[in-house]
């Protein structure tokens, strides 16, 4: 590619370092860079049209530009851009969402909990996680597993989460305490001769497996996609859920179900627990950014008097 010294696609070069992206060879081609969308197509600065297949990363769920949601971001810059909710802040917006969710959720759940990213959810989600068992008190309860294939994101603890081995290598990850079980693709994990109810059977069986070895009472979490996307797009075959829970509910063991691409429609139904009969503990998800619901029987939280329950 010819690129023009102090061009968009020159300064991007020189000063943008991009994530996934082999930065040897971004800086041989350059960028492609997109000026606007409209629905369903995105262009770039040379005026070239494109579909845009994957609604961005999986977060334009409806469509590039569109008005209502201009309107509604306008109408919120001018009464009030920004504000946090640390220290007993709040806002209407932060309040009408969460109220919302909850009563949207397939199962019972507690609080909404908002972050910037999906990789940032998910960390959170592992601290919380780990806060529960100190509660409990149960410290040695902090093993978390996940499965090979699997895609949670790109920060020390998602991308420890996450099953792909590109991600992890040069990086010292996995930390300590993250593990890989069985991948459900049935069509590259079963053997010969294996219906996909028996390959369900041994995921679960290895599953419960490797909780034996490394002792129940230190596993605290299973991790999960319930359809995995990054990994292959795979479709967990018949009973895998039914058999998984199954395990999970015998040792005590938490349900995080990863909703970020599956939540919304996008399976068919409202969440992908709700298409494969998930009954999580935990759901991470991307409404328009990021948030963790957590159930009320799991719940981490100070009680209003400075105890934790």
Request: aromatic share 10%; charged share 20%; with cysteine.
């Amino acid at each position: 590619m010819n690129i023009m010294p102090n061009s968009q696609e020159a300064r991007d070069i020189a000063y943008h370092m991009h994530a996934y992206t082999n930065a040897a060879r971004h800086a041989e081609i350059g960028p492609t860079v997109m000026t606007g969308g409209e629905g369903i197509y995105v262009k770039d600065n040379t005026g070239k049209r494109y579909i845009e297949a994957m609604a961005g990363l999986w977060s334009v769920a409806v469509g590039f530009s569109e008005q209502r949601l201009i309107d509604a971001a306008t109408r919120q810059m001018q009464a009030l851009p920004f504000y946090h909710n640390f220290t007993h802040k709040s806002h209407g917006p932060a309040i009408d969402l969460a109220e919302r969710l909850i009563n949207m959720a397939p199962v019972p759940m507690s609080k909404v909990h908002y972050t910037n990213s999906g990789s940032e959810a998910n960390d959170t989600i592992m601290k919380l996680i780990w806060y529960r068992s100190n509660a409990m008190g149960k410290p040695e309860k902090k093993k978390i597993i996940s499965r090979e294939r699997a895609y949670h994101g790109v920060t020390v603890g998602a991308a420890s989460l996450s099953g792909l081995p590109y991600m992890q290598q040069s990086f010292d990850l996995p930390i300590p305490g993250i593990f890989h079980t069985t991948c459900p693709h049935y069509w590259k994990e079963g053997r010969d001769g294996e219906s996909e109810e028996q390959f369900a059977t041994r995921c679960a069986q290895d599953l419960d497996n490797l909780i034996q070895a490394e002792g129940p009472e230190t596993v605290a979490a299973f991790y999960s996609e319930p359809l995995m996307g990054a990994g292959g797009v795979i479709i967990p075959p018949k009973t895998y859920w039914e058999k998984i829970q199954a395990v999970l509910d015998k040792y005590d063991i938490l349900l995080v179900a990863d909703e970020i691409i599956c939540g919304f429609g996008r399976t068919g139904k409202m969440f992908g627990s709700e298409t494969f009969g998930i009954r999580p503990d935990v759901m991470i998800m991307s409404p328009k950014q990021p948030c963790c619901h957590v159930r009320p029987k799991h719940r981490c939280a100070y009680n209003g008097r400075g105890k934790t329950t």
